[in-house]
């Protein structure tokens, strides 16, 4: 697929693969560590990589924002138009494909931009996703995750750190009456400090498993979860500086 995209390096990108790569001066197609696609690249494959592509990125700070939109109130939302997966933790300069994800030496922010400054991405779960989206060792900072698929069987973070992500939507992560999905929450942490959101929205689904994750949160005029349509399991989380109307 060759594309054009505002600040993006000409390259012919092929999407029907499962697996890309990505650093913040790669210039590439994504095939490999050697061969990683940019930032600009990478945002704009991620709404249209097929169902079950993993994308694997490097350390470093990612902004997150619709090339293809020229107006700030659509170039935040990223839609995810697959269940597809994040894995962030690697090395800067990974070269080899056995490059382990480590978060505790490798960040990975995934983050609003310079560009469209003003306005916080979310990542936008779109009806064609199916199984699931997963976010795995990676921070979101100033960004948050929507889930609008009836037919996403899953919502998965494991590793990841949401830093004050609800700016721009309802919480850090919100499920909508339309989702059924099981949501996975493993060995995260939610800092935030807005008094009108939550941590997790979640208006219909399964099952909201929160297990090994860490919870700061000021939210005065607020609650830390809302939970209305699933069950709810909560396990070995610690909760730090909490100012809520309720959790």
Known sequence: LSKTCPGAVEVDLDLT????YVKEDGTGKGTSWKDAMSPDDFRYAIPRVKEGATFHIAAGEYSIYNPMESSSDEAKYMYVNAGIKFIGGYPADAEDQTAVSDPTENVTYLQ????????YPI????????????????????ATVRNTS?????????????YYSTSSDYASVYCTEKSNAVVSVKNSLFFGD?????????????????????????????????????????????????SCQSL
């Open 17 to 20: 693969g499962i697996d890309f």
């Open 123 to 142: 990542f936008v779960i779109t009806e064609s996703a199916k199984k699931s989206v997963e976010f795995q060792n990676v921070v979101l900072y100033k």
């Open 194 to 242: 807005n008094s009108d959101y939550n941590a997790i929205k979640v208006l219909n689904g399964k099952t909201v498993e929160i297990e090994n994750t860490d919870f700061c949160w000021y939210a005065p005029k607020g609650a830390l979860f809302d939970i209305e349509g699933a069950d709810f399991v909560l396990k070995n989380s610690v909760f730090t500086d909490i």
């Open 112 to 119: 609003s931009g310079s560009r469209y400054h003003s306005q």
């Open 150 to 162: 009836a037919d996403l069987e899953s919502l998965i973070f494991d590793g990841c750190k949401f």
